[in-house]
């Protein structure tokens, strides 16, 4: 029901802002519990969107294999795997600092609340991508045991790379979410208008993760990865068009992990070298 590297997607975001916060390479200690956090926090996440959707993927031919609606996992099963998995989330920030263990039940509070936003808002994607902005953001807290505001394009480049893959991947339901009411930019201005939305919250998130290197005094290793975490973006976008979808798996899956993982290799060469 939940892969293990839906915690990795993230991930690198997170160590990211850890590397900006530390100045360089955070303590072992920092990067173990950082690590437990984001796995915690995102198979709790996952475990709690399958349960909250169980009607509509069993209704949608896409997901109704999933394990949930076909019965392979109960769903008592399920809430018990999702409360341990936040459990683990609230002890590991009870291991970085204080602040970390206030500040996460309002983390779980953001991931609860997304899971229904479909069914009112097709903002849904920027939601979540507010949701997933909590791992750079947590990892500044946990290095720093401070919130500090130059984070903050960091969080908005990670808020835009999520809504823009997100909205990516509910190409793959635009008529399914319009016959059951649900909420999606797809659904709501069509597949033409989805890919244009895409593009302009990526294009954001280059641009954040820009202001980002200059905010750092960052160095040319980091606008190496810039230039190649951009030709990674449109090589995204290239494959994605509104008359074919057919490689869409492959843009949602690939590129953003790519993504993901070129400014995370870049920036501690930056530090590194």
Same mark, same amino acid.
């Given at each position: 029901?939940?892969?293990?590297?839906? #915690?990795?997607?993230?991930?690198?975001?997170?160590?990211?802002? *850890?590397?900006?916060?530390?100045?360089?390479?955070?303590?072992?200690?920092?990067?173990?519990?950082?690590?437990?956090?984001?796995?915690?926090?995102?198979?709790?996440?996952?475990?709690?969107?399958?349960?909250?959707?169980?009607?509509?993927?069993?209704?949608?031919?896409?997901?109704?294999?999933?394990?949930?609606? !076909? +019965?392979?996992? /109960?769903?008592?099963?399920?809430?018990?795997?999702?409360?341990?998995?936040?459990?683990?989330?609230?002890?590991?920030?009870?291991?970085?600092?204080?602040?970390?263990?206030?500040? !996460?039940?309002?983390?779980?509070?953001?991931? %609860?609340?997304?899971?229904?936003?479909?069914? %009112?808002?097709?903002?849904?994607?920027?939601?979540?991508?507010?949701?997933?902005?909590?791992?750079?953001?947590?990892?500044?807290?946990?290095? /720093?045991? *401070?919130?500090?505001?130059?984070?903050?394009?960091?969080?908005?480049?990670?808020?835009?790379?999520?809504?823009?893959?997100?909205?990516?991947?509910?190409?793959?339901?635009?008529?399914?979410?319009?016959?059951? $009411?649900?909420? #999606?930019?797809?659904?709501?201005?069509?597949?033409?208008?989805?890919?244009?939305?895409?593009?302009?919250?990526?294009?954001?998130?280059? +641009?954040?993760? *820009?202001?980002?290197?200059?905010?750092? +005094?960052?160095?040319?290793?980091?606008?190496? +990865?810039?230039?190649?975490? $951009?030709?990674?973006?449109?090589?995204?976008?290239?494959?994605? /068009? *509104?008359?074919?979808?057919?490689?869409?798996?492959?843009?949602?899956?690939?590129?953003?992990?790519?993504?993901?993982?070129?400014?995370?290799?870049?920036?501690?060469?930056?530090?590194?070298?």
């Amino acid at each position: 029901m939940i892969k293990f590297s839906h #915690s990795i997607f993230a991930l690198p975001f997170a160590f990211t802002a *850890a590397l900006m916060a530390a100045s360089g390479i955070p303590s072992a200690k920092q990067i173990f519990w950082i690590i437990v956090a984001m796995v915690g926090a995102r198979s709790g996440a996952m475990g709690l969107n399958r349960i909250i959707d169980i009607k509509i993927d069993a209704a949608n031919p896409r997901t109704a294999n999933r394990e949930l609606p !076909s +019965g392979r996992i /109960k769903t008592s099963n399920a809430v018990l795997f999702a409360l341990i998995s936040f459990a683990v989330l609230i002890f590991a920030a009870y291991m970085l600092n204080p602040l970390c263990l206030k500040l !996460s039940p309002i983390a779980i509070a953001v991931l %609860f609340v997304y899971s229904y936003t479909k069914r %009112f808002t097709w903002l849904s994607h920027i939601v979540l991508g507010i949701a997933i902005s909590a791992a750079p953001v947590g990892a500044w807290i946990a290095v /720093k045991g *401070a919130f500090n505001a130059e984070i903050l394009p960091v969080a908005f480049a990670v808020v835009f790379w999520l809504a823009g893959f997100d909205v990516l991947y509910a190409l793959q339901d635009v008529e399914f979410d319009r016959s059951l $009411g649900l909420y #999606s930019i797809p659904a709501r201005f069509g597949v033409k208008d989805a890919l244009l939305f895409s593009r302009v919250f990526h294009l954001i998130t280059w +641009g954040m993760l *820009a202001v980002t290197g200059l905010i750092f +005094g960052l160095g040319i290793f980091y606008w190496f +990865g810039m230039a190649a975490a $951009g030709g990674l973006f449109i090589y995204e976008h290239s494959l994605v /068009k *509104a008359n074919d979808l057919s490689r869409l798996d492959m843009a949602f899956f690939n590129m953003n992990g790519y993504i993901s993982m070129t400014v995370f290799v870049f920036t501690l060469l930056d530090y590194l070298v």
